[in-house]
Nanobody, 112 residues
Framework: QVQLVESGGGLVQAGGSLRLSCAAS????????MGWYRQVDGKGRELVAR????????YYADSVKGRFTISRDNAKKMIYLQMNSLKPEDTAVYYCNLRQYWGRGTQVTVSS
């Protein structure tokens, strides 16, 4: 069984920054397939960023390229999402994902 717990969300003004964290526990052999999604009420979950496991650069949605950075600490089984230059349209619940497992999400609200 795998558990994912997100933290670090909050309210920030446009142009500000937040750093999301996801703690993974359970039987996990690699963080390579982990990523971040986000969801706005009434819409489907959108892939924001993900590690690749084939040596290619990490994946980023076009809307966040150059502003968000995904990173990890393998020893701590943690992944992070550094979000800079935040925009009101980044407002969403952000979820950590590993295969079929999801965290409960953390709310990010960006005010204009």
């Amino acid at each position: 069984q795998v558990q994912l717990v997100e933290s670090g969300g909050g309210l920030v003004q446009a142009g500000g920054s937040l750093r999301l964290s996801c703690a993974a526990s359970g039987i996990i052999f690699t963080l390579n397939r982990m990523g971040w999604y986000r969801q706005v009420d009434g819409k489907g979950r959108e892939l924001v960023a993900r590690f690749t496991n084939d040596g290619t650069p990490n994946y980023y949605a076009d809307s966040v390229k150059g502003r968000f950075t995904i990173s990890r600490d393998n020893a701590k089984k943690m992944i992070y999402l550094q979000m800079n230059s935040l925009k009101p349209e980044d407002t969403a619940v952000y979820y950590c994902n590993l295969r079929q497992y999801w965290g409960r999400g953390t709310q990010v609200t960006v005010s204009s």
